[in-house]
């Protein structure tokens, strides 16, 4: 029986229109709805109860690799529990539950005569992670209803449109298909990652921006001409087309992996770029009559003050973007063509990586994983802006977090919140600083600290004799490489002798942009360039034996043709032998660090990053890009 039928019955039983008995059925819906929604149960007398319940986050099979799983997030549902005289009524048979919703394929799926209704169902699974989905078949179901019911079309097979869902028992779902295509629907179940990689498929943000900002321009004609700079608040309401821009690009951004937005203003126009990858690429250009707006629009979400142009604002704000939380950290910086923003994006629902994620292994692997269990000394990763040193360092408190060890971090800002430990972030407008907020650490009994970053001689300090007394301390520092961080900190005022006695390794990492695995072929390197790439090696253990083939990325529709896909982790890591803390004491260059290091076998980032472009993770191009000196 489909709702026509049922609202057919129900009217012939009531005297009641189709329209009133629809209208009918509607409120009562939202009664239910509302009910359950506030945690109420609802009971019918001779029927049941519908009760509200929360289906823990749990892992499966992963269909692909069964020596995978995948996580699946916590979810709310709603449970039938029958009375005892439904049941008996009913007989809880398959030949008194053998009607089905038309609208649902039941081939191959239809229990015997006899057969317990509980039997398990089979639901196909579809991998979405190399399928092209024709415009065509996308035009069955809008993008906001594919995005609400987290549902996509793919085909259209044996007259029945095949549905990728994440919960192929969201009958509400099926049922919103069926009535806005008219077609028999085939439920087959895909990964939460796979359905957003395919949702992206749907129109192109120049598509959608054009329309946002015809609106805009449409608001504006119906407006007089305004020489303030500020805009008027129903400019930049929620549901004015400046706000729409706004969520649209950030939504385009979490879905096409970006890292940051920059939002530009030139003399004329307006550039939009994202970072995808670690590399600017240009997403749209929109109007200069735009500009302002949209910027008043990102402070009014960070909670900046709209009428401050002159200096910069920092600030940051959370949205919902595909059923996950979206922490953004704001920048605002006045140039000479306006205000440009950078919005940082860090999706917490990716969770945290491991070390082994990052591109650890080896000998450099194992010589962190020992460092890391030493109960006292310092821990050091080095590196640009935006080389994944926080990342490591998550990595690192994941790997040695538990019950046991109390574990505190003093960040700028906090940009994964991870339970179990206490996380701390720093305020310099009321003199909450690293130094000041490290003081205070000491004295809460603690294992392991962690340091965002040190900057001074004040942090450098205190984090040094927090290492001298027994705790195990992890930070940051900005340098070139691993030999680097002994000078930077000599500069800071600290005295050799104390940094030889304190640091345990340092590490100097980059990110290097990982080849498309649908798309590598091998590449053909000229003989000069690999003469000086075995001039490189020459003498590393990991070397020996491999044939120098190299490989790119050709480009396809999964990497958007760009030949990458995801980034990995080039390592350099120094453990502080004996003798390099003799030659530190005695106050030399970082070279000469470097060279004693790599004589008692230190891989540097180079040639890390030269053996991980000969197995095929990266190219050789990305390696000089991420290493130049």
Same mark, same amino acid.
């Given at each position: 029986?489909?709702?026509?039928?049922?609202?057919?019955?129900?009217?012939?039983?009531?005297?009641?229109? *189709?329209?009133?008995?629809?209208?009918?059925?509607?409120?009562?819906?939202?009664?239910?709805?509302?009910?359950?929604?506030?945690?109420?149960?609802?009971?019918?007398?001779?029927?049941?109860?519908? %009760?509200?319940?929360?289906?823990?986050?749990?892992?499966?099979?992963?269909?692909?690799?069964?020596?995978?799983?995948?996580?699946?997030?916590?979810?709310?549902?709603?449970?039938?529990?029958?009375?005892?005289?439904?049941?008996?009524?009913?007989?809880?048979?398959?030949?008194?539950?053998?009607?089905?919703?038309?609208?649902?394929?039941?081939?191959?799926?239809? *229990?015997?005569?006899?057969?317990? #209704?509980?039997?398990?169902?089979?639901?196909?699974?579809?991998?979405?992670?190399?399928?092209?989905? /024709?415009?065509?078949?996308?035009?069955?179901?809008? $993008?906001?209803?594919?995005?609400?019911?987290?549902?996509?079309?793919?085909?259209?097979?044996?007259?029945?449109?095949?549905?990728?869902?994440?919960? *192929?028992?969201?009958? $509400?779902?099926?049922?919103?298909?069926?009535?806005?295509?008219?077609?028999?629907?085939?439920?087959?179940?895909?990964?939460?990652?796979?359905?957003?990689?395919?949702?992206?498929?749907?129109?192109?943000?120049?598509?959608?921006?054009? $329309?946002?900002?015809?609106?805009?321009?449409?608001?504006?004609?119906?407006?007089?001409?305004?020489?303030?700079?500020?805009?008027?608040?129903?400019?930049?309401?929620?549901?004015?087309?400046?706000?729409?821009?706004?969520?649209?690009?950030?939504?385009?951004? %979490?879905?096409?992996?970006?890292?940051?937005?920059?939002?530009?203003?030139?003399?004329?126009?307006?550039?939009?770029?994202?970072?995808?990858?670690?590399?600017?690429? +240009?997403?749209?250009?929109?109007?200069?009559?735009?500009?302002?707006?949209?910027?008043?629009?990102?402070?009014?979400?960070?909670?900046?003050?709209?009428?401050?142009?002159?200096?910069?604002?920092?600030?940051?704000?959370?949205?919902?973007?595909?059923?996950?939380?979206?922490?953004?950290?704001?920048?605002?910086?006045?140039? %000479?063509?306006?205000?440009?923003?950078?919005?940082?994006?860090?999706?917490?629902?990716?969770?945290?990586?491991?070390?082994?994620?990052?591109?650890?292994?080896?000998?450099?692997?194992?010589?962190?994983?020992?460092?890391?269990?030493?109960?006292?000394?310092?821990?050091?990763?080095?590196?640009?802006?935006?080389?994944?040193?926080?990342?490591?360092?998550?990595?690192?408190?994941?790997?040695?977090?538990? !019950?046991?060890?109390?574990?505190?971090?003093?960040?700028?800002?906090?940009?994964?919140?991870?339970?179990?430990?206490?996380?701390?972030?720093?305020?310099?407008?009321?003199?909450?600083?690293?130094?000041?907020?490290?003081?205070?650490?000491?004295?809460?009994?603690?294992?392991?600290?962690?340091?965002? !970053?040190?900057?001074?001689?004040?942090?450098?300090?205190?984090? #040094?004799?927090?290492?001298?007394?027994?705790?195990?301390?992890?930070?940051?520092?900005?340098?070139?490489?691993?030999?680097?961080?002994?000078?930077?900190?000599?500069?800071?005022?600290?005295?050799?002798?104390?940094?030889?006695?304190?640091?345990?390794?340092?590490?100097?990492?980059?990110?290097?942009?990982?080849?498309?695995?649908?798309?590598? %072929?091998?590449?053909?390197? /000229?003989?000069?360039?690999?003469?000086?790439?075995?001039?490189?090696?020459?003498?590393?253990?990991?070397?020996?034996?491999?044939?120098?083939?190299?490989?790119?990325?050709?480009?396809?529709?999964?990497?958007?043709?760009?030949?990458? +896909?995801?980034?990995?982790?080039?390592?350099?890591?120094?453990?502080?032998? !004996?003798?390099?803390?003799?030659?530190?004491?005695?106050?030399?260059?970082?070279?000469?660090?470097?060279?004693?290091?790599?004589?008692?076998?230190?891989?540097?980032?180079?040639?890390?990053?030269?053996?991980?472009?000969?197995?095929?993770?990266?190219?050789?191009? !990305?390696?000089?890009?991420?290493?130049?000196?």
């Amino acid at each position: 029986m489909n709702n026509t039928q049922f609202v057919k019955i129900i009217s012939e039983k009531t005297r009641q229109k *189709p329209k009133e008995t629809q209208n009918t059925l509607r409120y009562f819906n939202d009664i239910i709805a509302n009910t359950l929604k506030n945690g109420d149960k609802v009971t019918m007398n001779e029927f049941g109860a519908m %009760v509200s319940a929360n289906v823990a986050a749990r892992q499966i099979i992963d269909f692909r690799d069964k020596s995978k799983k995948i996580n699946l997030p916590e979810q709310k549902t709603i449970r039938f529990r029958p009375s005892i005289s439904f049941k008996s009524d009913t007989k809880v048979t398959n030949s008194a539950n053998t009607a089905q919703t038309p609208n649902v394929s039941a081939a191959a799926n239809t *229990p015997r005569e006899g057969e317990n #209704i509980t039997k398990p169902v089979y639901i196909p699974f579809i991998d979405l992670s190399q399928k092209k989905i /024709p415009k065509e078949i996308l035009d069955y179901i809008p $993008e906001h209803m594919a995005r609400k019911y987290q549902i996509i079309p793919t085909e259209i097979k044996n007259n029945k449109l095949i549905l990728a869902m994440i919960d *192929p028992e969201d009958q $509400e779902a099926i049922e919103s298909v069926w009535k806005k295509t008219g077609l028999e629907v085939e439920p087959h179940i895909c990964t939460l990652t796979d359905l957003n990689n395919a949702l992206s498929q749907y129109s192109a943000i120049s598509t959608e921006m054009a $329309e946002l900002v015809k609106d805009k321009s449409a608001d504006d004609d119906a407006k007089k001409e305004r020489k303030d700079k500020i805009p008027k608040s129903e400019e930049i309401a929620e549901d004015s087309p400046a706000s729409k821009i706004v969520t649209s690009l950030i939504k385009k951004a %979490v879905r096409e992996r970006a890292s940051d937005i920059h939002i530009e203003p030139n003399e004329d126009e307006v550039i939009v770029r994202f970072r995808i990858d670690g590399v600017l690429k +240009k997403i749209i250009i929109i109007p200069k009559d735009v500009q302002n707006a949209v910027i008043s629009r990102i402070k009014i979400l960070s909670d900046l003050k709209i009428d401050e142009t002159r200096l910069p604002q920092d600030g940051r704000f959370r949205m919902v973007i595909d059923q996950g939380e979206i922490d953004l950290r704001i920048s605002i910086l006045p140039n %000479v063509n306006g205000e440009k923003a950078v919005l940082r994006i860090l999706d917490t629902t990716k969770g945290l990586l491991t070390l082994e994620d990052l591109g650890l292994r080896g000998r450099a692997y194992e010589i962190l994983e020992d460092n890391i269990k030493k109960s006292h000394g310092m821990i050091l990763v080095t590196g640009p802006t935006g080389s994944g040193k926080t990342t490591s360092l998550y990595a690192m408190i994941q790997k040695i977090m538990n !019950e046991e060890i109390n574990i505190v971090t003093l960040e700028d800002p906090v940009e994964y919140r991870i339970k179990g430990i206490n996380q701390s972030q720093v305020k310099s407008e009321i003199n909450f600083t690293f130094a000041n907020g490290l003081r205070s650490i000491v004295r809460q009994d603690p294992d392991v600290i962690m340091i965002g !970053e040190i900057r001074d001689y004040e942090t450098a300090d205190m984090a #040094i004799h927090a290492a001298l007394t027994g705790h195990v301390v992890l930070s940051t520092l900005h340098t070139n490489d691993a030999s680097g961080a002994i000078p930077r900190l000599v500069d800071m005022k600290i005295e050799p002798f104390l940094i030889a006695s304190t640091i345990n390794i340092v590490i100097a990492q980059r990110l290097a942009r990982k080849i498309c695995d649908k798309c590598r %072929v091998e590449q053909e390197i /000229p003989k000069e360039e690999i003469e000086y790439i075995i001039k490189i090696m020459a003498g590393s253990k990991e070397a020996a034996g491999k044939k120098y083939t190299f490989y790119k990325g050709k480009g396809c529709d999964i990497c958007g043709g760009t030949g990458y +896909k995801g980034r990995i982790g080039i390592f350099e890591i120094l453990p502080i032998s !004996e003798k390099i803390k003799e030659i530190m004491i005695a106050k030399v260059s970082s070279q000469v660090i470097s060279n004693e290091a790599i004589k008692e076998g230190m891989i540097s980032l180079k040639q890390d990053g030269i053996l991980k472009a000969l197995d095929g993770l990266t190219s050789i191009e !990305e390696v000089w890009r991420v290493t130049k000196d």
